[in-house]
């Protein structure tokens, strides 16, 4: 891979487990034409006959769960380095791989603003999709904001400034504005995590999972298993800061 996008990735270790490298054999196509509801259709379609499971709102969420975050990653990843990359899809590339996944994306075009790219990129799919699954975009919009939180930690956890990067996600979102929520971030143990706002209906599918922070579960219960989970990161990982308070004062 060459261009703008190709200086981003050289800069972030594990760049292609983010999506920011085409796999060998990905199909490319153009993030403009996921805009298409007949298209889409077609995809969750396709899902739900190897699933065996026939609701195309579980379908839809849970295929834009994952391809939300490949979508976002390249504008993400540009402001976590410092060299902004647009986030229009006229300018960007998906790349399906098997069960017509978004694998990675590509961006072509440096530059430009980065929200209002990515807002016309959202306001193009997202109604789209809500309409290829016969259900509301709200949910799907909060599946946005997930992924754009998620995004920014990993990139925080790969770049080795968790506080700095994720403390974009806020701007950012306010800037892309309506109908999309505000990201949030919770400390567990001195570890950031994502606060989900939304429900990505994986454990909807059969043998499909709970997530660890899915909004759903009780929030003792997710407490606990974000603390387990905070025990098992790497000691290398930089802790997420910790709130002010009389003792840090």
Same mark, same amino acid.
């Given at each position: 891979?060459?261009?703008?996008?190709?200086?981003?990735?050289?800069?972030?270790?594990?760049?292609?487990?983010?999506?920011?490298?085409?796999?060998?054999? $990905?199909? *490319? +196509?153009?993030? %403009?034409?996921?805009?298409?509801?007949?298209?889409? !259709?077609?995809? #969750?379609? /396709? &899902?739900? @006959?190897?699933?065996?499971?026939?609701?195309?709102?579980?379908?839809?969420?849970?295929?834009?769960?994952? $391809?939300? *975050? +490949?979508?976002? %990653?390249?504008?993400?990843?540009?402001?976590?380095? !410092?060299?902004? #990359?647009? /986030? &229009?899809? @006229?300018d960007t590339t998906a790349y399906l791989g098997r069960g017509g996944l978004p694998v990675a994306a590509v961006s072509a075009v440096a530059g430009?603003?980065?929200?209002?790219?990515?807002?016309?990129?959202?306001?193009?799919?997202?109604? /789209?999709?809500? @309409?290829?699954?016969?259900?509301?975009?709200?949910?799907?919009?909060?599946?946005?904001?997930?992924?754009?939180?998620?995004?920014?930690?990993?990139?925080?956890?790969?770049?080795?400034?968790?506080?700095?990067?994720?403390?974009? /996600?806020?701007?950012?979102?306010?800037?892309?504005?309506?109908?999309?929520?505000?990201?949030?971030?919770?400390?567990?143990?001195g570890v950031r995590f994502t606060a989900r706002v939304s429900c990505c209906l994986l454990d909807r599918l059969p043998s499909g999972p709970t997530c660890l922070s899915c909004p759903r579960r009780a929030p003792a219960e997710r407490r606990v298993l974000?603390?387990?989970?905070?025990?098992?990161?790497?000691?290398?990982?930089?802790?997420?800061?910790?709130?002010?308070?009389?003792?840090?004062?």
């Amino acid at each position: 891979m060459s261009g703008p996008q190709a200086q981003v990735a050289a800069r972030i270790p594990g760049a292609a487990a983010l999506g920011l490298l085409p796999p060998p054999g $990905a199909v *490319a +196509v153009p993030v %403009a034409r996921l805009a298409d509801p007949r298209l889409l !259709g077609e995809l #969750l379609a /396709a &899902r739900a @006959a190897r699933q065996r499971a026939g609701d195309p709102r579980v379908h839809a969420t849970v295929w834009w769960y994952s $391809a939300s *975050a +490949v979508l976002l %990653a390249p504008v993400l990843a540009g402001l976590a380095v !410092g060299r902004p #990359l647009s /986030a &229009r899809p @006229a300018d960007t590339t998906a790349y399906l791989g098997r069960g017509g996944l978004p694998v990675a994306a590509v961006s072509a075009v440096a530059g430009g603003d980065p929200a209002a790219g990515l807002r016309e990129g959202l306001a193009a799919v997202v109604p /789209a999709l809500a @309409a290829a699954a016969r259900m509301r975009p709200r949910p799907l919009w909060g599946i946005a904001t997930d992924s754009l939180a998620n995004g920014l930690l990993a990139l925080g956890r790969a770049l080795g400034d968790v506080p700095a990067v994720t403390a974009l /996600a806020g701007p950012l979102a306010a800037a892309v504005g309506s109908p999309l929520p505000a990201p949030r971030y919770v400390d567990v143990e001195g570890v950031r995590f994502t606060a989900r706002v939304s429900c990505c209906l994986l454990d909807r599918l059969p043998s499909g999972p709970t997530c660890l922070s899915c909004p759903r579960r009780a929030p003792a219960e997710r407490r606990v298993l974000l603390e387990d989970s905070a025990a098992r990161v790497p000691a290398d990982l930089p802790p997420a800061p910790r709130p002010p308070g009389p003792a840090g004062r």
